[in-house]
């Protein structure tokens, strides 16, 4: 099993943590994402917050999780790279979830550029992973067959973003909603490829003023909603 390094930005506490589980992107390591952590864990001081680094080492420094040798490799090429490396993507955060004690109804897991890529495809293969996801700047390899209202995934990307465009962001949420998911996207004017301060303004909003969909549904067919998820019901 390939060596995963992790930055514990915060220790959870009380009888009902929650998790957040960061992972940056391609050629950088955890601490990078281990400063946009600090936002989460001010917001909430009671819940675990890990940043994962990725396994691969790169030459020119930093880490991935996946590679590309061919300068333009196809979809079906990168879609194999990931695959190859997602049982390790989803072990880990299983893993965080198993040292914390918290459930995946409770945890969010916050990706930027490769890392919400990895997020998104992970949300593919495991619908029980995360009860939120945050995904800034990214965009899914292929898209998605199917999708479920256990994870509601929030989409945070830039207009000015030349690495990923726009364009991916938009795809994703009709995706999404065409596959029957619970999804927002919010578009920060003039952003390029970058995390700022209003993208983490709008997360940290939605994850606790946006009710998931399936409250809505739970509530409907006559049943209580979980107390477990990331959203603070009050």
């Not at 079906?76 to 993507?89: C, E, G, N, S, V």
Request: charged residues 20%; aromatic residues 8%.
């Amino acid at each position: 099993m390939a060596h995963i390094d992790y930055v514990m930005v915060q220790q959870g506490s009380g009888p009902q943590p929650q998790l957040f589980v960061l992972f940056h992107r391609n050629g950088d390591d955890p601490r990078s994402m281990a400063e946009i952590g600090q936002w989460f864990a001010k917001a909430f001081p009671a819940a675990f917050v890990v940043s994962v680094g990725a396994p691969i080492p790169l030459n020119q420094g930093g880490n991935a999780w996946f590679v590309d040798e061919q300068p333009a490799a196809s979809t079906t090429h990168t879609q194999q790279k990931i695959d190859q490396i997602m049982p390790l993507f989803t072990q880990t955060i299983r893993e965080c979830q198993k040292q914390c004690g918290v459930s995946p109804e409770a945890t969010a897991l916050i990706g930027f550029s490769e890392g919400s890529t990895m997020v998104l495809e992970a949300l593919k293969t495991d619908e029980l992973l995360a009860g939120r996801a945050i995904v800034f700047s990214g965009r899914y390899n292929t898209p998605p067959e199917k999708a479920s209202l256990d994870t509601t995934i929030h989409l945070i990307h830039g207009d000015d973003d030349d690495f990923i465009p726009l364009i991916h962001a938009v795809n994703a949420e009709q995706w999404l909603n065409e596959a029957g998911g619970d999804v927002t996207l919010d578009i920060i004017d003039g952003l390029p490829h970058a995390i700022d301060d209003q993208g983490i303004g709008i997360a940290i909003k939605h994850l606790t003023e946006t009710i998931p969909q399936r409250y809505f549904d739970q509530v409907a067919q006559g049943e209580a909603p979980d107390n477990d998820d990331v959203v603070p019901m009050v």
